[in-house]
């Protein structure tokens, strides 16, 4: 076994379950302590309680494995279930667009809305949204706020909603970002999300194609717009703010027979919402243009 199964993650192969663990709930990886902290450093420090000595372990692996180091020690679980090799996004691009990312200008429902950048009159916004069957249990929906022009994203919602309160929220913050377009993934619980939109938030700018509303996602159309968020994150990741986003490209992972998805015990909604968001608005102004 190696020393990344037995520190980094424990498999249970029966249960499809796995369990992260740092590098530093092994005692003996200590070295030299260090005189002189990184901000980085100090920031795991106390958010963990390290020691100096563990930062010296730690600056040492820096020093044997270079870009290696959160792949083969990993501090977090996204890094230690990143599947290498399989990612279908470009991981350095990704990781480098993490680093860089700043912080919310607001956060809603317990954090699981999260907004970068308020709406701007005059300005014309995407709200996209992937539905789930909401839950204690179940999956997350989510919802991009995207501009259309720039395709920047502006918020972002994850959470376990039903489909009347998923309904509600999406109406929300269209009409907060100045009655923008909603794009509701209409596969599955979609339908439901869909009708409460038509007959109990009356909204009525929700995106159709060939005349029936909301954007069914298929194996025919999936790979593209997996494919248009690859290329965006290399050209353009200032797109991109969402940790949770940016963490689940991180994760998603090509399958046997040519499926891609969220890795066992991952996510995807947060993805899929800007995928379909960018996808409806590549449409759009390809029809404009």
């Known amino acids: 076994m190696s020393l990344l199964e037995r520190l980094g993650v424990v498999c249970d ?17 200590v070295a030299a302590p260090v005189d002189e902290l990184r901000e980085d450093e100090r920031r795991l420090m106390l958010a963990y309680g390290l020691t100096a000595g563990q930062i010296g372990f730690r600056r040492g692996l820096e020093a044997s494995y270079r870009g290696l180091r959160s792949q083969e020690f990993a501090e977090d679980a996204e890094s230690c279930f990143k599947a290498t090799g399989e990612c279908c996004f470009e991981v350095e691009a990704v990781e480098t667009r993490l680093a860089s990312v700043g912080e919310t200008i607001e956060v809603r429902r317990g954090g699981a809305l999260q907004i970068w950048l308020p709406p701007v009159r005059g300005n014309e916004y995407l709200v996209a949204v992937d539905t789930a069957g909401g839950g204690a249990d179940g999956d997350f929906a989510a919802v991009q706020v995207i501009e259309m022009g720039s395709g920047l994203q502006c918020a972002e919602l994850q959470q376990r909603l039903g489909t009347l309160e998923l309904a509600r929220v999406s109406a929300e913050l269209a009409r907060e970002y100045g009655g923008a377009l909603i794009a509701v993934e209409r596969n599955n619980h979609g339908a439901g999300v869909l009708a409460y939109l038509d007959s109990v938030e009356r909204y009525a700018r929700v995106y ?65 919402a800007m995928a379909i968001g960018q996808g409806v608005r590549a449409e759009l102004l390809g029809k404009r243009r």
């Open 208 to 272: 159709e194609s060939s005349g029936v509303a909301g954007w069914l996602t298929t194996a025919g159309n999936k790979p593209g717009m997996i494919s248009r968020i690859g290329a965006l994150l290399v050209d353009s990741p200032w797109l991109f703010f969402s940790r949770r986003l940016l963490g689940e490209c991180r994760t998603f992972v090509a399958m046997a027979g040519g499926r891609t998805g969220a890795a066992n015990g991952a996510y995807d909604d947060c993805l899929m």
């Open 13 to 29: 192969l029966r249960a499809g379950a796995r369990h992260f663990f740092p590098w530093w709930l092994e005692e003996a990886y």
